[in-house]
C-alpha cells in the first residue's frame, strides 16, 4: 500500500483488520484513489497454520500462513453526488470460482456487468485491485475530464 500513497494513487487508506474466531480475520473498509476512485474491500482471510488471529493481529506471529477465503472489491467512480460501477472481484455469490464483473463505460442503467474468470487458485490482492483501478482510470482520464 505504501507504494501506492507515495505515487499518490492512494490518497487515503481506510481498511481495518479485525481478528473473528479462533482463526479468522476480517479486512473491511475503502481505498480511496485519485480521480474520485474507490475500492470497497469486504475479505475474510484464514490463518491456516502458525498461528492464530489474534496474535497475527497483534503482529505477533511472522511465521502464520493466511489465505484468503472470501472476498469482494467493488471499484467505485465518484462523480458529483452519484458514483458509478466500474468493476467488481468477488467469490462471494451463487459460484465460488475467482471472477471479475466488468461494467460498461459509459454506464448503462440495469447493467449487470460482464463476468469474466480469474485465475483459480489465486484471488487478487489489494495490490493488484488498486492497479487494476489506476489503469481503468488512466485509461479513461482524457474523458472523465
Not at 489465505?67 to 467505485?76: A, G, I, P, S, W
Request: charged share 30%; with cysteine; net charge negative.
Amino acid at each position: 500500500m505504501a507504494d501506492f500513497v507515495e505515487k499518490l494513487d492512494v490518497v487515503e487508506d481506510g481498511l481495518a483488520l479485525d481478528p473473528f474466531g479462533s482463526n479468522f480475520l476480517r479486512m473491511r473498509g475503502t481505498i480511496k484513489c485519485r480521480g474520485g476512485i474507490e475500492i470497497h474491500v469486504d475479505k475474510t482471510i484464514e490463518v491456516v497454520d502458525g498461528g492464530n488471529a489474534a496474535k497475527v493481529h497483534a503482529g505477533r506471529d511472522d511465521g502464520a500462513r493466511v489465505q484468503t477465503v472470501r472476498y469482494n472489491y467493488q471499484v467505485l467512480l465518484h462523480r458529483g453526488a452519484g458514483s458509478v460501477r466500474l468493476f467488481r472481484y468477488d467469490n462471494a455469490d451463487e459460484r465460488d470460482d475467482h471472477h471479475k464483473h466488468t461494467f460498461d463505460w459509459p454506464p448503462r442503467p440495469r447493467d449487470k456487468g460482464e463476468r469474466s474468470r480469474c485465475a483459480p487458485d489465486a484471488p487478487p490482492t489489494n495490490a493488484e485491485v488498486i492497479k487494476g483501478a489506476m489503469d481503468w482510470y488512466w485509461e479513461h482520464h482524457d474523458e472523465l475530464g
